[in-house]
Nanobody, 124 residues
């Protein structure tokens, strides 16, 4: 089993920044990709960013490209989502996930393990 714990969410004003962290533990050789997804009530979960852990190749959704970056610290088994120039439409519950690397799909379906989520609220 793999455990994922997100942190770093909160409330910011438009234009602000936040950095989300996702600490992984457990059977860490059971996945080679980590990703960030977000969801608002009544909508499907949306892929935001993912990273291949062997090559550190990132994939970023067009909606956040240029504002969000994903990284992974191998020494800490922790993935990060740096979010800048936040907009009210970025408000959502953000989830960390781990699973097999399947290319730059940003698809929730490929991910096996999920964290409980952290709320990000951006006010105008």
């Amino acid at each position: 089993q793999v455990q994922l714990v997100e942190s770093g969410g909160g409330s910011v004003q438009t234009g602000g920044s936040l950095r989300l962290s996702c600490a992984a533990s457990g059977k860490t050789d059971d996945y080679d990709s980590m990703g960030w997804f977000r969801q608002t009530p009544g909508k499907e979960r949306e892929g935001v960013a993912e990273i291949a852990l062997s090559t550190l190749m990132p994939a970023i959704a067009d909606s956040v490209k240029g504002r969000f970056t994903i990284s992974f610290d191998k020494t800490k088994n922790t993935a990060y989502l740096q979010m800048k120039s936040l907009k009210p439409e970025d408000t959502a519950e953000y989830y960390c996930a781990a699973g097999p690397w399947a290319g730059k799909t940003l698809s929730p379906a490929q991910y096996k393990y999920w964290g409980r989520g952290t709320q990000v609220t951006v006010s105008s």
